[in-house]
């Protein structure tokens, strides 16, 4: 009840920025289910529809068959050499988006059409079949109108036709770009999610230190702080980088350990301000240890500022993973990335494939406003609080 008090008391727009933020988390931890490729990554790619405009359907013909013997079989029936059957069993599926709906005359052999003919009579069904020619297949289909059907022209070989929606259209492999999107957003905000607990375990327990002893301590780790606020973000997230590896968590540690300066000057000042109170003071009178003084007395008194910070700091940690995977340095492909998205489509901003491009970049700017706006909400709320008080 108290937690639905505070959020009431946020502006509208920091309150907006909330449930927005609270949106895109919801939907990003549901991408592998509700996304429309289902595959890992979302890289099922076809060059044949690259760069389809939002909203476009195709028609695809799935072929499947139990084993490689039975697919071998089928591609047996052209005139372009057979491959020779492979001991494996395991299931073989084609996808192939269809070309064409008018009938077509076949050239397969007359025993081979004249079983298919006899199926398509006894099934009244929509048939689907496929023709050789000097690539390959070209698939062809009989009657309208077909939307699903499944059926077995041959032993272990089963034949269907799907319709898919892309709604934001293909890359330029011929991925669903929304898939892309869903699990490049999950990326994103899983690395701000981690890089910001990296940040303020770091950041707060160096400035606590700095902050609480003061001295030779404050000295050095100030020291410490100079040294790392002097260098610029993206170089040091990049050294990080090259030092660590590439992967996953390794971004994690790069993005976090980049982002603890600013946490350890905030925690830094609210140590030093509030070691002088006087509940402090008799903490120290009474005999307590310092570590219980900075964890139950000085940082229960400053978690107001910390959050500010880290709704701050996420925002910071979308942009520097960004930035870093814009540069081919954060999650590495096939794993989709919002960064890694624009830097294979930001040639095409001017042409008539520009949505490629603005849409990852839409995505981020809209998670870093939200942030920027909730951290600003939650530090008027903090200022009215405090002037009451």
């Not at 929304?178 to 699990?183: A, D, N, Q, T």
């Not at 998205?341 to 970049?361: C, K, V």
């Amino acid at each position: 009840m108290r937690l639905w008090n505070v959020i009431g008391r946020l502006p509208v727009a920091s309150r907006l920025s909330l449930w927005i933020l609270f949106a895109l988390g919801l939907l990003s931890a549901l991408a592998p289910w509700v996304s429309p490729d289902s595959t890992p990554d979302a890289n099922r790619q076809d060059v044949r529809i690259r760069t389809l405009e939002p909203a476009r359907s195709v028609d695809f013909l799935i072929e499947s068959w139990s084993s490689v013997e039975s697919w071998s079989s089928v591609e047996s029936r052209s005139p372009v050499e057979s491959r020779s059957p492979v001991e494996s069993r395991s299931p073989v599926e084609s996808r192939s988006p269809v070309e064409s709906r008018s009938s077509v005359e076949s050239r397969m052999s007359v025993e081979s059409r004249s079983s298919v003919e006899s199926l398509h009579s006894q099934s009244r069904i929509p048939l689907s079949w496929y023709e050789p020619n000097q690539t390959g297949f070209r698939y062809v289909v009989w009657d309208q109108p077909y939307d699903t059907l499944s059926v077995s022209p041959s032993a272990g070989h089963s034949v269907s036709i799907e319709s898919q929606t892309f709604w934001f259209g293909t890359d330029l492999m011929g991925r669903d770009l929304l898939s892309r999107l869903l699990l490049g957003m999950r990326s994103t905000l899983k690395i701000g999610v981690f890089a910001v607990l990296v940040s303020l375990l770091v950041g707060i327990f160096i400035g606590m230190l700095a902050g609480y002893f003061g001295g030779k301590v404050d000295q050095i780790l100030t020291w410490l702080m100079q040294v790392v606020w002097s260098v610029p973000s993206i170089m040091l997230v990049i050294a990080f980088s090259l030092a660590l590896g590439r992967g996953a968590w390794q971004v994690y540690l790069a993005v976090g350990l980049t982002l603890w300066v600013d946490v350890a000057r905030l925690v830094r000042g609210e140590a030093r301000r509030l070691r002088e109170q006087e509940f402090v003071q008799a903490a120290q009178v009474l005999g307590y240890s310092s570590i219980r003084i900075m964890m139950h007395h000085l940082l229960p008194n400053m978690l107001g500022p910390i959050l500010i910070m880290a709704a701050a700091q996420f925002g910071s940690a979308i942009l520097v993973e960004s930035g870093l995977s814009f540069l081919g340095l954060g999650i590495q492909p096939p794993a989709p990335s919002l960064g890694m998205m624009i830097r294979e489509h930001y040639p095409y901003i001017l042409t008539r494939s520009a949505w490629l491009a603005i849409a990852p970049g839409v995505v981020i700017s809209l998670m870093v406003l939200t942030c920027n706006l909730l951290s600003t909400g939650m530090s008027d709320l903090l200022g009215r609080v405090e002037k009451i008080s």
